[in-house]
């Protein structure tokens, strides 16, 4: 088996799946995994092929070196999207130059990965989603923090420009705002625990909550703490949004004079930038988080969900100081579950306030045995090792699911819905208007939905819409008379309609008194392992049923 990864190139983005795909390459999997070259060495420990593409972000970075931004790029809710499609335009023809004749089984990526929508559109192969974060469905949109920008917004426009290019250069579906942010894969991880997901109860079986996935992280090396029986507080405000210095005079003075141990993860801020640090103080930029988060007895995070999720795998009660929405999110259910403290408003912070909080946490023992109960749910759920085994039986289920279909009809080729329309009206459509062997593009249908491309509804593979209606009246049919003498009479089935046939041939080698009969036109298939068990007659039924009578009556 083969799956690709394809992942923004940002710590935040990569950690969470370097433990699924290490647990993939030790099941056999072939990962090959696209990010940007800086991650190499953080991806080749895996076992996965790394595969570098270029960076449209890197090369057009707006930011001087302290992190300011030299423009006003309209805020957020226009910038984001614009800069998610344009990396996506950068990474995508190497991602599909690299896949096209290595066809993977599935491609996996997170809301950032866009281009692994565009390649699982494009390669017509299972679409998988991480999610390290909140899913979205009808009771919660990450989309709807992006949709207060005005559709005339320069910005805006362009990434609608963008999204429409792609539909018509990669056969992709439309990457409207809604679709980026609250768009789902034909299968999808969640890297978190049901208990913190708002309305989890709401979500179907295609979401499969797995947990923070933990495994070794070799790039940082190790740490260890300080042997003097002190407590250790780890304060991180993550990787991407973390240039505040400000804050570190607060954290300085609230810690300065408590006997305990400090570790300040800075990211982006230079140490040699910062005054007075206390002596009981170690400062670091790129960390060995999980080392660290494993010997911590308080925590301070920005309520980014990697890091939340690491410390309660580890236990560790938090204070929170939210930098966005979706972390204020997880910074009020921090709160609200007792697994810590949270300052809503970062500006409205005081040494003497985050001192109280600190304090709080570590005399108070009901943060230390809440957050030692969500561990023991967390641990529960399986991390990388559940993750891996969910996508492989995922995909393992999908092979046998091919299913004839007619070609008189035709779906969504994603398919964002189980509505099948007409066929006949269109094809007659592009048969008159055809000239030369072209057709103009705006006949070819488009799904009413989601404005992807359509499918014949045949032969579509694990995209197909299902009948599930006689799969169920089948597999009951396979309960009932399991166990029991039979005849299984297989009539006018090919060798493609595994769905029928590949259950009733698992049935026939499963039972030592059953019989398989199959009569088809042209094609006769029966598997090696009840060939003598088995009769293939090959005709038509309308000659083959009459004269099989005639004989039995004989």
């Known amino acids: 088996m083969h799956i690709a990864f394809v992942?923004?190139?940002?710590?935040?983005?990569?950690?969470?799946?370097?433990?699924?795909?290490?647990?993939?390459?030790?099941?056999?999997?072939?990962?090959t995994y696209f990010t940007t070259e800086a991650f190499r060495t953080i991806i080749e420990p895996t076992g996965a092929k790394f595969v570098a593409v270029p960076s449209w972000m890197a090369e057009n970075d707006k930011h001087n070196e302290d992190g300011e931004k030299k423009e006003d790029d309209g805020g957020v809710a226009a910038a984001v999207p614009f800069l998610f499609l344009n990396e996506a335009g950068a990474y995508i023809d190497t991602v599909l130059d690299t896949l096209k004749n290595d066809?993977?089984?599935?491609v996996v990526h997170d809301f950032a990965g866009i281009a692994g929508t565009i390649a699982a559109d494009n390669l017509r192969v299972a679409n998988v989603m991480l999610y390290t974060s909140y899913p979205s469905n009808d009771s919660y949109s990450v989309a709807a923090g992006f949709e207060?920008?005005?559709?005339?917004?320069?910005?805006?426009?362009?990434?609608?420009q963008l999204a429409q290019t792609y539909a018509e250069k990669y056969g992709c579906r439309l990457l409207t705002v809604k679709e980026i942010f609250d768009g789902h894969g034909d299968f999808n991880l969640v890297m978190m625990q049901k208990k913190l997901v708002p309305n989890y109860e709401t979500f179907d079986d295609s979401f499969v909550f797995t947990g923070v996935q933990i495994g070794k992280r070799t790039a940082f090396g190790s740490w260890k703490a300080p042997d003097n029986g002190k407590p250790l507080l780890y304060s991180s405000l993550g990787t991407a949004f973390n240039n505040w210095p400000e804050y570190y005079p607060i954290l300085f003075d609230a810690v300065r004079d408590l006997d305990i141990n400090v570790f300040a993860a800075l990211g982006s801020i230079d140490p040699a930038s910062l005054k007075d640090i206390p002596a009981n103080v170690e400062v670091g930029q790129m960390v060995p988080q999980l080392d660290i988060l494993s010997q911590a007895s308080v925590f301070i995070t920005h309520a980014g969900m990697g890091g939340t999720g690491e410390a309660i795998y580890y236990g560790v009660p938090m204070i929170a100081i939210p930098q966005m929405e979706e972390q204020a999110i997880t910074a009020r259910q921090i709160e609200k579950l007792g697994l810590g403290c949270a300052f809503p408003d970062k500006n409205a912070i005081t040494s003497e306030g985050l001192k109280a909080a600190i304090f709080k946490l570590l005399i108070e023992p009901s943060y230390k045995e809440t957050a030692h109960a969500f561990?023991?749910?967390?641990?529960?759920?399986?991390?990388?090792?559940?993750?891996?085994?969910?996508?492989?039986?995922?995909?393992?289920?999908?092979?046998?699911?091919?299913?004839?279909?007619?070609?008189?009809?035709?779906?969504?080729?994603r398919p964002c819905h189980d509505t099948l329309y007409s066929s006949l009206e269109v094809a007659e459509k592009l048969s008159a208007a055809e000239q030369g062997g072209h057709v103009p593009t705006e006949l070819v249908p488009r799904c009413p939905k989601c404005g992807g491309p359509m499918d014949i509804h045949m032969g579509a593979g694990q995209r197909m819409i299902p009948d599930t209606a006689a799969q169920a009246r089948f597999q009951t049919f396979l309960k009932t008379y399991h166990g029991k003498k039979l005849v299984v009479l297989e009539l006018g089935i090919g060798w493609r309609n595994q769905l029928i046939k590949a259950p009733m041939m698992r049935l026939v080698a499963s039972e030592p008194n059953a019989t398989y009969v199959t009569i088809n036109l042209g094609e006769i298939y029966i598997a090696d392992n009840i060939k003598e068990k088995s009769f293939g007659l090959d005709g038509r039924l309308d000659e083959l049923l009459p004269a099989l009578r005639e004989a039995c009556e004989a």
């Open 103 to 106: 066809k993977p089984d599935a």
């Open 375 to 413: 561990s023991e749910d967390m641990r529960s759920l399986g991390g990388a090792k559940a993750s891996a085994e969910a996508l492989l039986a995922y995909l393992k289920q999908q092979e046998g699911d091919v299913i004839e279909g007619n070609w008189f009809t035709m779906q969504c080729a």
């Open 7 to 31: 992942s923004l190139g940002a710590f935040g983005h990569i950690n969470p799946t370097l433990a699924l795909v290490t647990e993939l390459v030790k099941k056999g999997v072939r990962v």
């Open 148 to 160: 207060n920008c005005p559709p005339d917004h320069p910005l805006r426009k362009a990434a609608a």
